[in-house]
Structure formats: C-alpha cells, structure tokens
DNA sequence: TTGTAAGCGTTATCAC
DNA sequence: GTGATAACGCTTACAA
C-alpha cells in the first residue's frame, strides 16, 4: 500500500488535481461524471487528503486547543474534567474539528508555554480556568475571536464564556435547606476573588434572607474545592457552632470531606445534620449516604464552550456572548429536616 | 504584528532561509556569528517556526493520539482517566510531543472513525482500551511500532504494552485480608475475557492456597468495574453468604458500591466486614471509612506508555515490550482483624 | 467545466 | 559554511 495523494488520484480519475480538490471540498463547478469517476477512485483506495498538506494551503487547522492548570484543584480527580473535556470533544468532532488537550503548569520554561498555543497549529482555544485565560489573553490579544472561556471572568469581558448560573444554583440548594427548617446553615466555598464563588454566596445569602434568616458571616467560609476544606472547617464549626444543623457547600468534593468529619463526630446525616452539595459528580450518587446536590451541567458546560467558538471560528457568530446554564437540585439522601 | 516566516528572519538576519532552518534545528555546519546573528533576530521578533509547514516537510508532526473508548467504563468519572492522561501528556511535552486526546463511539461513522487514527496527522498512537486497540491494529497494521497499549492484550503481543503487575496486586490485596484472619473472602472482578481480570482472579487464587484456604467459585463474581455491580454483589451474598467476613474489590469504584450496600444492611466496616479496594483512587481516601486499597501507578502508566512510544518513533528503542509497574498496598479503614 | 500554476512555510539536497 | 532549489501535498486564482 503506497502512498497515495491527490496527484494519484487525480491520474487515476483521468482529471486534474484541481477536480479532485473540488470534488473532495464539494465545490460547485465539476460535471457530475467527472465527480463520479473522482468518487469512485477515492472510495476503492481509500483515500483521505492529508490535512497537513491542507492546513498549511488553507492556513487553518480544524484543531482546537483545551487548555488548564496542573495543580489548581483538585477537579481532575473527581471527573468534573473528564466531563467537561467529553463535552468539549463531542461538540468539536461532530462539526469536525480536532482536540487537542493541555495542562499548564507555571513552572514551565517559555518555549513550552508558546508551544501550548502555538496559533499556528490551533484555530481557537477553550480556557477551563482563570490561569490559563491570563496565558491566552497574552498571546491571543490581537484576535480575541478564537478564544472562549469555561467560568465567567469580568476581566475578560470582550471573551465570549459559559458557566452555569452560579446564584441561582446556590439559591436552589440553600432554599431546599430553609425549606427544611434549618435556620443555622454554614457556607463552604471555593476560590476566593472569582465571580463564581461571589455569585455562590449571593446566592446562598438570598435565600436566607427569603426564609427570615439573618446572615451571619462566621457561618461562612471561603477557601478552595477540596475535601480537606470541608473535613477541617465541620471539625472547627463542631466545636465553635454548635447549634448548626446544615451546611451547604459549593462543591461535591467539599461535602465528601464534610460528610466524612460528621462521621468521625458520630453525628448522623441526615437525622441531626443536612449536607448539600454542588456539581453533581457522578460519584455523589454513591457517597454515604447518597448526596443531595445542585447538579450543573458540566458536560453541557464543554459542549456549549466548544459550539460558540467553533461559531465564532466559522463567523456564524459575530458577538462577545456570556451564556448561562440552568442548574438542577437532586435531593437524595444527606438532607432532612432539621432535627 | 505581521506574520514571521522563515524567510523574513533570513532577510533580517542577512543570511539565507536554509541557515535559518539550520541554526533552529541544531544542524552542524553554520558559522558562530552567523548562529548568533539568526538567534538575536528570532529573540527579538519572538519567531517560532511554523509546524505545520514543518510537519509537511519532515513527514511528522510530533503529535500523539491518544485513544479510548467513550462508554466502555465508569473510568471516567472517577479520577482514573484524569490521572492516566496526564501521565501521557507530562511525558509527551517533556520529550515535544503533543497530544490529541479522543473518545471513540462505536456509533462513529467510517469518516470520523478515520480521522480518529488519521496517520497524516499522527506519528503515533496510545490505546487505552481494548476495543480501540482493535480499530488501531486495523488501520495501522502495517506499521505496528507506533501503537502502544495500557494494558497488556495476549492479542497483539507484537504491540508494546505497559500495566501494573495486576497478579502482585490482587495477592497483596488478599493476603493482607488472610493475614487479618479472614476465611471466607468474596471477590468482585471487572470485565470478562481480559488478562487483566485472569491476573488478579489469580492472584486471590495463590493468596488463598497460601493461606491453606480452598478456592470456593461461588464467591468469585466477574462482572463489571461498576460501583452498580459492588452494590448488587453485597446485597446477594449478605443472604447466600452470610459467613463471609470480607470482600476483595479489583476496582475502587466497586468497594464504593460495596461500601454502600453494607452500610444500607448496618453492617459496619471494618468491624464486622472488611473491604480491600484495587487502584488507589485518590477519591478512595475519602471514602467512608477511608479505602484500603492495593494502589496502582496510574499515572506511571501513562508516562511509560508515552514513553515507550517516544522511545519507538526515535528508534530508541526496537524491541516489543510488556512493562509491568508494581503495585502498592494502602492500609485504610476499611479492613480489621476478622470478627 | 477543466487544467495550469502559484502559493502555503518548512526541510533537505547539492552545488559552490 | 553557505545559498539556490526542489520537494512535501494540498487549495485556489486565473486562464483556457
């Protein structure tokens, strides 16, 4: 089996390379027994065009870079990247494009970091955190166009960006909670300085305030999306709140943590205590007890980064748009009411 | 900032396009002003060299596939993957290879099915999964050298392999469990038909003969890597098995089912049962209790998938190999002495 | 409708 | 040590 290109088609056909070429993009202006015959050659050698050789004529590539932190959370352990990347993907091959997958870490040299979006090589880019969208900004700034970011960032508002709508998705969770009469309801959220986490509690305070309750600030934390944040801070508001009967945390992995400290306590959930998490992770489902969480659409997340920058890419889409998606609260079984 | 080529730096530099080429890829045969003319130009203007362009001329693009299925296993959703790929992408970037991560469906469409594996734009490819190792032996069989597979598969011993030493593992996990006094050991397996599950299903085997138990089949279950199948396999034997103390899981996700089950029928870990977990999840440590587990290196995995195939694209390394990385036992909370 | 020819930005061969 | 020049395999004016 030689090598086969479009030369060799194009004598197999007994037309020009141009007719191939045509034929193979679905241009106008080829007879259709001349589009025959191409067809027909290219289907019994089975033959594919080398996109190299059409990236470098075309000067677009059909590859889409993801890029994201290393070391910033903990995500990559609990499939929330894994969906949000299946998202990405699947919206990317149905409309044929490529994905090309990338962790930055701060500690690499400069080559690297030009290497990782390379624009030669990348038509666009999707950035999944605040790191990376400071690296692309850099480099993408003359054509902001190509890039779309996961999370909204008010520093980069001409970037188009997708994210569930954060407040609302508190305010669901922390309802069901007063609904439930609780009134003592603690907060763990994650990064500091980051919209997401701003919306989260305004969120959260909204509705306390609709259930009467006034806001108390020691009831709230903010520190960072791992289990550890929720083991420590339900072992500290044991001991200095004692009263509290609920906790909302913004993050699935927060509330594994926490759940785990209950345990340690021996304070039952839900009987005396009530967790609430976020994400939706498809392992809540099997932590002990099951957890009732806000469930974003994460894989919906990716799919919908990936649909806006390939419309942006394609010119269907001209504007800078900053889209929210709807989150949803799935009751199981760490949330009763309060004791 | 207008568009770098090699020939404007040339121009800049006051020297020819092949001096350029020569000094950027570390040719002999260039002068030592001329090197640092050309390098002071390229630094200032900040020029990389177009890969597409290059991936035209030398016939490669540093690019690797990486390939898995889309619905196969839960591996998605618990940290595996995430762990497995960054494995593959460290080493890969370390060496200057990039890396294409994609799903394949078998619902894919011949066209797309292609492009997946399209050799044009990959020098080589990392199977994660049986079944896209079957697709890629298909389409690259005349160019074997550049596949290599996690995941050892009598199949296709003439393909390069990496996996843990999944019989080590298996009688690590069970032998901890004799050694606690344990007879009567139920053990849950992943998919049918595979080395991987022949291995560890002989590895409870040997640590059993050892401990001068006799193999008993009904407590054998091969079934899938669900936490689904742990959840309905503890429901079963609780009523057909009543004596047994303890359950080896050849997956985490498993022993979360497991884990699941046993607290729904009050039987509390490790007091009255024991649960030992395979793979070393980092989620497993927040499991509750805390997961005993026998830790695979998957991360290692991937690294050395990468490189064995780095290894073969640069003639480093000619020979077919079977890597097996050791396994590690964490003790947890999830195994005690037998009742 | 078809074919010719000029790019696309590199590497690599081969005179000089 | 250096610089033309021919690949690499495709797209796309433009001419026929």
Redesign the pocket.
Known sequence: ME????????KLA?????????V??N?????E???ERVLKVVEKYN????????S????HTRQIGVLTSRFKDENLDNGYWSQLYLGVFEECIRRGYYVRLSFYDSSMNDNLRRHLLNE?QLDGLICLNEEVTDLAAEHFAHKERSVVIVGHNPRYTTISSVDVDNQAGAHKGVSHLTGLGHRVIGGIFGNHNVQETEQRISGYKKALRQAGIEFDERLVHVGSYSQEEGYQMVNEWLASVPEMTALFCAGDTIAMGALLALKENNISVPERFSVMGFDGLPISKYLIPPLTTVAQPIYGKGEKAAALLIDQLQKKETRTLHIDLSPELIIRNTTAPAP
Do not use: C, F, M
């Not at 033959?47 to 059409?54: F, G, I, K, L, M």
């Open positions: 090598k086969l290109t479009i030369d060799k088609i194009a007994l037309v020009s390379r141009s007719v191939v070429s045509r193979l993009n241009h106008p202006n080829v007879s027994e001349a589009r033959y594919s065009p080398n996109p190299v050789a059409r470098l004529a075309t000067q030669h």
